[in-house]
Every structure is written in C-alpha cells, then in structure tokens.
C-alpha cells in the first residue's frame, strides 16, 4: 500500500502541494484529478523521489521511502509513466521493456516480453523497432510495458490517454483495470472523465495544490465544490 | 614475408602510434557513450605517462608494473573528478574538464619531478608493437564484453534520458562515475604505452590539442561506436602520411575531413557501412 500522510511540496514561495493525504491499495485504482497546475504531477514527482517535500512523509507497505533517492525508490517497486512520453527513443522496443527490468536480477526471458507486451495491448509490436518511431499510442502503451517490465507494486499512470483517439482510450480502460485485477495499486492523472468513470474505483480532486473532495467517481461528481472547481459540464461524463 | 618487413621496419613507428591512439579514442568514446562531453582524456593521459616515466626512471620499475600504477592512478585521478562535475552536462562539462586539462597541464610544466617545460627523457622504450596491440586487444575484449552487461544498458539509458533511467532505478551518478573512471583507465592505459614507446615526454604532448585530436578522432569514427573510435583514429592517423606533401595545411586538411564528416555522416564512418539514401534510421542496439 502506498501511503502519503500529510506531504506538502514548495517551490520556492508556491505551495505546490499542501497537506496532501492519500493511500492507493493493491488491485485498486485511484483517480486523481483536477485542473492544470492543481499539483497532480507533482504529487506523483513527489512520491517518485523527484520533488523534495516540504514536511510530511510517503510510505510503500509500511516502509518510509520518502527520504531515500529517486533510483531506490523505483527499486522499492514504484513505477510510472509520464505526461509527456519519456521512451528511450532511439532504442529499440526491446531494450525499452529491459529498462523496466533494470532492478531485476535476471533478464526478461521472451515469454515475459511477450506477456508485457499482451497486458500493455500491443501484442506483435517489433521489438527490434525503434521506440521514437512507433506511433503515439504504441509509444504510451510502451510505456505502460516498460513500467510493468518493473513487476512494481505501485504503478503511477501520469495521463496515459493524453493523444488517445476514443477507441484507443476504450481499449485502456480495459488495460488499467487488468492491471489492478492483477494485484497492482494504480494511480491514474487524467482530464478524460469517462475514462476516469470507467477505469477507477476512487477519485481524489486536488485543486492549488489542495485536496477539495475524494470518494467514488459518482460521489465526487456530485460534489458542488468539485463542479465549481474543476469539473463543470464535465461532471455529467463522472456521474 | 621479407616484404612485411620490410613494410614494417619503415612504418613501425606509426604502425605503434595507430595502436596507442586507438587506445585513446577508446577511452573518449566510453564517456561519450555515457552522452559525458568530459574532455580530459589528455589529461588523464599525462598524469599516467609521466607516473610510469617516474616509476621507470627514477625507480627502474619493469614496464607492466609501471603500467598498472600509471593505470590505477588515472582511474582514481577520473573518479574523483567525476565528484566536483556531477552536475554539470555538456559544453558545460566539457569546458570544466578541459580546464582540469589545462591545470594539469600546468602543473606537470612547473614540477621538478616531471622535468618542467622541457619534460623527461630516456624513458625505456619497451612498449613494443606486441605489447601494444595487446593491449590494445584486452581493451576492446574487455569492452565487448562490457557491452554484454547491464552496465551497458544503464550507460545507454543515461546518454538517452537521465531522467527516464533514474525512474527505472538506475543510479545516473554512479554510471557517470563508473564511466568516467573507466575512460579514465584506458586514457592511462594510452598514456603509459605512449611514454614507453616515445622515448621522451613534455607536457604540450598531453595539452588541449592533444585533446581535440582525441575528439575529432571519435567524431570522425562515430561518437557512439567504440568500433568507430577506431576505425576514425586508425584512419586520421594514417591520413597525414599519405597526403605528407599537404603537411603544412595539416590542420586545415583535418578541419575539412572533419566538417565532411559531420555534414554528411553524423554517425561517423561507422555508420557508413549500413547507410542507405531514405532508409529509416535504425535503433540504437544493445544486448538487452
């Protein structure tokens, strides 16, 4: 289980997070949403190693890791992808999953890569092709494999359906809630509110750096807060 | 065969060079291969000649055992350079290690012990043909079997995306350390061989043209090829004596070659091999 209690993030004068507590719990998917530069990546940045906090503490199964470097806390068994796709672009598709691997003692065999590659939905991509080249949404399914590669405990999904055409995004919605049924804790960023409906079993809206409302995706639409700060018309694709 | 001997007997000389350069493109294109423009191969070069120059001058060491010293003090010599320049990338870090360049440079013109400006003489010129081409060898074994390793694909995944590798659990220091420590044991490796086959040493061997030599050499080859490391050094090392009637425009000949390269294969000529007018750009391989 991953826990934040009470983290805050500064960037100089700006409270980026402020107060922040969450939990994400194995085979569960938690929605977090909210507007632009509501602290949504920074959270995940947060709990990645990648932005210090200003006072709080994140822990994974009990354990603080909020204090070790980013490179351990992803050999904790943290995982992500990001906003903007970050693929080893002039690598192949193979060498990619085995960047996921990194932290495992032996090498991924075939029938693992096969297996990824089944569970990110791009089974019969080219391994040998180069991962720039693919198109968008092959690249952000890579990008689920190579986090899978990592066997992680917690898997960090940062818009995952950004570029996605409605079809595409479908097909995630049944990529992510595999991924849960298969023991993981995900946290999903998104701005797609069917996808979000679809796919996640909680929500935490986070607006200035704040939480303003968690619950289920129907209970958070229904929030008048939540409407009047982010959601709008948007809240009938939650309800 | 009296003919290769010939041939040999005139060339040794450069036949010798080609090996001790190749050791030193080696050395760069490890670092590069870590996307570290860390540009003080010469330097490190220096530092382990003249320590096995001391050793065998002064204190009659056998050439393996003044080899393996001039090697071991590179490598800590790199390490610990790589503390103060953690933080620094590109033509930032290049200029911060050629600057270590220089002051190293500076203070091997003012020592007593390395012969000042007008440098050391005499050193026994036991790094014969056999013993550099063997070494020469152990690298590039050494270095394949490098590549075979997952220190090659975190090397790779940080010359890609530091950012990205650490999020996969790689440690980006300790790769940038390991690889600049390396390149700095090759480098030492370089320097060693070059004293004990030059018979004499100054500091201005080890300056900052040392330095750009080593460089355009890796471009040329290819910036990420340990293969075109030393097609490029082999080749630039040739070059001036088969266009010798052009020796007073050396640099301007070196500068053409060099622009030719990278306007018309930035992969170097290595890449050469495998291009094709419109063909797809391949992957980066490694073994995976």
Known sequence: MLALEHVSVRYGGVDALKDVTLTVVPSH?????????????????ATTGLAPLATGQISLDGARINSLPPHLIARTGIARTYQNIRLFGALDVRANLAAGAYARKTRLTNDEIAALLERAGIPGIDLDARAGALPYGDQRRLEIARALAASPKVLMLDEPAAGMNPSETSRLVETIRAIAASGIAVLLIEHDMPLVRAA???????????????GTPSEVARDPVVVEAYLGSGAEALA | MQTLLDFYAKHSRLIDQIGVNAILALSLSVSLQAGQLALAQAAFMGI????????????????????????????????????????????F???ATIGFGEIVRVIANNLKITGGAEGMSGIPNDATTPVIYGSLAVVAIALWLLSRTKFALAVALVREDEYAARGVGIDVGAIRTLSLALGGAIAGLGGALYAHASFFITPNDFGFARMEQILVWCVVGGVTSPVGAVIGSTALSILPEAIRFLADYREVSNGIILLVVILFA???????????????????????
């Open chain 1, 29 to 45: 998917v938690v929605g977090l949403i909210g507007p632009n530069g509501a602290g949504k990546t920074t959270l995940v940045n």
């Open chain 1, 200 to 214: 996640c079993d909680s929500v935490v809206v986070l607006n200035f750096g704040e939480v303003i409302a968690r």
């Open chain 2, 48 to 91: 382990a000649a003249y320590v096995s120059a001391i050793l065998a001058l002064n204190y009659h060491w056998p050439l393996l055992a003044t080899i393996v010293a001039a090697v071991l003090v590179s490598t800590v010599v790199a390490a610990l350079l790589a503390y103060p320049v953690r933080r620094l990338r590109g033509v």
């Open chain 2, 93 to 95: 870090l290049a200029i």
């Open chain 2, 266 to 288: 930035p992969g170097g000529l290595a890449s050469l091999w495998k291009w094709r007018r419109g063909a797809p750009r391949d992957p980066v391989r490694v073994h995976a």
